[in-house]
């Protein structure tokens, strides 16, 4: 695992922090995801920032981080689902130690915003999982909360999706990095900017205007990062859109991907489920995937640290 500290198996009694890291929730709006890890026979501790509001987040800057800092530093918290997403998780790095991870590795969760921190534990070298926030997890799929327990339980996990458009093939084995392409975007010439040569790459992205994605996209092409990659796999790219329709930038989301990695040798997977998507699957960040691009379909696994058995 390439030196990489996964986090341990949780354990039915074991406790989990729901923590909001930028936008404001209240208690309303989590109880199916409460209902979910309480089902799993986990303890849920709610963060001081449920239900509180400063403007659109949940708390000051000092607030949020204070929370989060909390949660990290308490052994007893095995576990941190971030609340939601949004915007204001990188306002909080520059007073948070997520150090005392790298002595004991705890699940931390969420995908979007949270991408921040999943950046931040990969320059570290602790695995986390870009899975679903207990924000709305009551709408998705079966698959979305079961690939999440089997993740946060130490039971293999795998995405499939059938053979699709846009889709060069392949097999390779390499570290799961990524996350939101605005976000990696943004974080591009930071302490918590990450190298994804030899890597396999995930990317997803919600509601932005076309033209934008190209200029991030450009921006990835242009600073190497489609040179060397293991593989690319690309999540849900929805809502995209054109600032006048009338007069369109002529590509789709998946189109501007595809043109900006051009000939590279490596497999890439369009229509992956994970991301702003009813089937927002969970994925192992930090650890090593087994991607495959068929004529078949596509598999992207990761192994478990228990046998299914006793997940």
Request: proline share 5%.
């Amino acid at each position: 695992m390439s030196g990489v500290l996964r986090p341990a198996a949780l354990k039915s009694g074991d406790t989990i922090a729901i923590i909001p890291t930028a936008r404001a929730i209240v208690l309303d709006e989590l109880r199916d995801g409460i209902a979910l890890a309480e089902g799993w026979g986990l303890n849920v501790r709610l963060g001081a920032g449920i239900g509180r509001k400063a403007f659109q987040q949940a708390g000051s800057v000092l607030e949020r981080a204070a929370d989060l800092q909390a949660a990290v530093d308490d052994p007893v918290v095995r576990a941190i689902w971030c609340a939601r997403g949004g915007y204001g998780t990188v306002q909080l790095l520059e007073h948070l130690d997520l150090s005392p991870l790298t002595r004991d590795p705890k699940w931390i969760i969420g995908f979007s915003d949270i991408t921040v921190l999943h950046n931040a534990l990969n320059k570290l070298g602790v695995a986390s999982l870009h899975a679903q926030m207990p924000h709305n997890i009551g709408v998705k799929t079966d698959e979305t909360k079961e690939t999440l327990r089997k993740a946060l339980f130490g039971a293999p996990v795998a995405l499939r999706a059938p053979h699709g458009l846009l889709m060069r093939s392949g097999e390779r084995t390499g570290e799961l990095v990524g996350g939101n392409l605005s976000v990696l975007h943004a974080l591009r010439g930071t302490p918590c900017d990450i190298d994804p040569r030899g890597k396999i790459l995930v990317l997803e992205d919600l509601d932005e205007l076309l033209y934008h994605m190209d200029r991030m996209a450009m921006n990835l092409k242009l600073g190497g990062w489609f040179n060397d990659l293991a593989g690319l796999v690309i999540g849900g790219m929805n809502d995209m859109r054109d600032k006048n329709e009338a007069d369109p930038f002529g590509s789709t989301a998946e189109e501007i991907i595809s043109r900006a990695v051009g000939e590279a040798g490596f497999p890439v997977a369009f229509g992956m489920p994970f991301g702003h998507i009813t089937d927002n699957r969970a994925l192992v960040l930090g650890l090593k995937a087994n991607l495959s691009v068929t004529e078949a379909g596509v598999t992207l696994s990761f192994e478990g640290s228990v046998s299914p058995s006793n997940a």
